[in-house]
């Protein structure tokens, strides 16, 4: 048996080279129950080592900080509920869209099921939310499944997208900063994203708060590139200055 002061060290090295963990992964690792390990989680919260969430924890730092999707979907969930509901209207019968592997987008996938359209994505959870839609027309990347992101990557994904185009596409990232544009902390996602905005008539950037003024480790876009930008929170008037210079529509949730 582990003792707990050495299990929680360990658990402090693990968060520090993945980014997040969950509860389930942990009591299996450590062969004890998922109650001791939230109990180990809340201590270390409270030392200020890790951020806990339903289901886990995580860290907000690194530039490869690419945090698992289960503890992502438990994340600002009224926030991505509200950006949701903005990008659900903006998409009308006939369109053809796409919609990356981010949590977000996810949130969008539930509001678009009944809407007479055709979907191109990467991810296997929002394939799985419109497979049984009888109105939409599903366009899945290939490519090899990331369980991190739930979601298709690498050279098949890049090749089959190379072949379509859409009318809108919905992109999220995981960092936004003035200076060094809309990154991202994989690589292969920041690719799949980048051809995304690239093959859209229109790119819509949806973020949530807190992933401004910071900077990840690859490049999806320049703000010149996008279009519009679905925010959950009015901005302060440095971004909203800095964006409307560059003539990008601001489409606020408050």
């Not at 790119?203 to 703000?223: E, M, R």
């Amino acid at each position: 048996m582990v003792l707990a002061v050495t299990r929680k060290s360990k658990i402090k090295e693990l968060i520090q080279e993945k980014k997040s963990v969950t509860v389930s992964e942990l009591a299996k690792l450590f062969s004890v129950t998922e109650e001791t390990i939230r109990r180990d989680l809340k201590a270390l919260e409270e030392e200020g080592v890790l951020i806990r969430t339903y289901g886990g924890a995580y860290i907000d730092e690194g530039v490869q900080n690419d945090v698992n999707i289960k503890i992502r979907e438990t994340l600002f969930v009224e926030n991505k509920q509200k950006i949701a509901e903005k990008c659900a209207a903006l998409i009308h019968h006939g369109d053809s869209i796409f919609l990356d592997a981010s949590t977000t987008s996810l949130f969008i996938a539930f509001k678009i099921r009944d809407k007479r359209i055709t979907v191109l994505t990467n991810s296997l959870k929002i394939a799985n939310v419109l497979a049984d839609s009888d109105t939409v027309r599903l366009l899945v990347t290939g490519g090899t499944l990331s369980h991190q992101s739930m979601s298709f990557l690498g050279y098949g994904a890049l090749n089959s997208m190379k072949n379509y185009f859409v009318d809108k596409a919905f992109v999220s990232c995981r960092s936004l900063s003035m200076e060094h544009g809309i990154t991202d902390s994989n690589e292969q996602q920041a690719e799949i994203r980048q051809l995304a905005i690239k093959h859209a008539t229109k790119s819509y950037l949806v973020v949530d708060h807190t992933k401004f003024n910071k900077t990840s480790f690859a490049t999806i876009a320049t703000f010149e590139e996008i279009d519009a930008i679905v925010v959950d929170k009015r901005l302060d008037d440095e971004w909203r200055n800095f964006l409307t210079e560059l003539q990008i529509e601001i489409i606020e949730c408050e």
